[in-house]
Nanobody
Framework: QVQLVESGGGLVQAGGSLRLSCAAS????????MNWYRQAPGNARELVTT???????NYADSVKGRFTISRDNARNTVYLHMNSLKPEDTAVYYC?????????WGQGTQVTVSS
């Protein structure tokens, strides 16, 4: 059973930065892709960014140029570097691992950006 544990969330002022971490219990190299999603109150969960096993990345338009996803295969960890944070980035952020057998989710970490 794959377990994903997110950390690094918190309260930050607008314009600030945070780095989220997603630590996997197994090798992340075995997953087709690792994603970050977010869900704000009253909103549907949305895909923020993706990194494939080959290292390709993709970003939602709302975070392009501000967020960066990276991976450390040796540590089985994926990171989300968030800069120039805006109040509208406030949400619970979830890490997800996509494999041929299904999708595994972390428990989420809260990010709150104050204006």
């Amino acid at each position: 059973q794959v377990q994903l544990v997110e950390s690094g969330g918190g309260l930050v002022q607008a314009g600030g930065s945070l780095r989220l971490s997603c630590a996997a219990s197994g090798s992340i190299f075995s997953f087709n892709a690792m994603n970050w999603y977010r869900q704000a109150p009253g909103n549907a969960r949305e895909l923020v960014t993706t990194i494939t096993s080959g290292g390709s990345t993709n970003y939602a338009d709302s975070v392009k140029g501000r967020f960066t996803i990276s991976r450390d295969n040796a540590r089985n960890t994926v990171y989300l570097h968030m800069n120039s944070l805006k109040p509208e980035d406030t949400a619970v952020y979830y890490c997800a691992a996509h494999s041929d057998y299904g999708v595994y989710w972390g428990q989420g970490t809260q990010v709150t950006v104050s204006s």
